[in-house]
């Protein structure tokens, strides 16, 4: 059972314009939610992040919305360019008992993002 | 350089072999983690460990085996190859303290089992 949800394997949009790459969940218990980029033959790298307490967050041309009624959030990109063409990851954690860390992160499929010039 | 790096990039080996996957850090995060990537599935958690010499079950763990003798190793062996096992593998850390630590991933083993 997918716990993390990325139902659009693609996503195509044209440079300048808003990105925006949803995700779904189905662990109530999750808190912390994370998006992931990652090029061809190179490993993810973290772009940027939200807690449970939060429905926003931003940072630069990347924000993501929480909606936690819904178990859903989204990335928005704004303005995109051709260098956000990557594969996207949405993961989540929930905390781990005794520690408290929420490091065992949750990923969905990906979504390929392209820009086109 | 600091960093996570993976060993050997590229690998292919035959069904039924013992192989064993190298992924070293040196930033000394307390946790460490073997994902796999396969197309249709995302990434998913083999195995993990929180500190040197503990270490547990992730999602997919059967036909792997894990060590973590230092905090800085963590190696990953098929102990008996199959097809299905043939994928991309990344190895992460994260420091931990912070409970939301990002997790830094190495870029990847790409192996290839016949």
């Known amino acids: 059972d997918q716990q993390v949800k990325q139902n659009s394997p693609s996503l195509s949009v044209q440079e300048g314009r808003i990105s925006i790459l949803n995700c779904d969940y189905t662990?109530?218990?999750?808190?912390?939610f994370l998006w992931y980029k990652k090029y061809p033959a190179e490993g993810p790298t973290f772009l940027i992040s939200?807690?449970?307490?939060?429905d926003k967050n931003e940072d630069g041309r990347f924000t993501v919305f929480l909606n936690k009624s819904a178990k859903h959030l989204s990335l928005h990109i704004v303005p995109s360019q051709p260098g956000d063409s990557a594969v996207y990851f949405c993961a989540a954690s929930q905390r781990e008992k005794p520690t408290g860390a929420n490091s065992k992160l949750t990923f969905g499929k990906g979504i390929t993002l392209s820009v086109r010039p | 350089d600091a960093g996570i790096t993976q060993s050997p990039r590229y690998k292919i080996t035959e069904t039924g072999r013992q192989v064993t996957l190298m992924c070293h850090q040196t930033w000394s995060h307390s946790y460490m983690f073997w994902y796999r990537q396969d197309l249709g599935h995302g990434l998913r958690l083999i195995y993990y460990s929180a500190a040197a010499d503990i270490t547990d079950k992730g999602e997919v763990p059967d036909g792997y085996v894990v060590s973590r003798s230092k905090t800085e190793n963590f190696p990953l062996t098929l102990e008996s190859a199959t097809r299905s096992q043939t994928s991309v593998y990344f190895c992460?850390?994260?420091?931990?303290?912070?409970?939301?630590?990002?997790?830094?991933f190495g870029n990847g083993t790409r192996l290839t089992v016949t």
């Open positions: 939200i807690s449970s307490i939060k």
């Open positions: 992460a850390s994260t420091k931990g303290s912070h409970p939301h630590s990002p997790l830094h």
């Open positions: 662990n109530s218990m999750f808190d912390y």
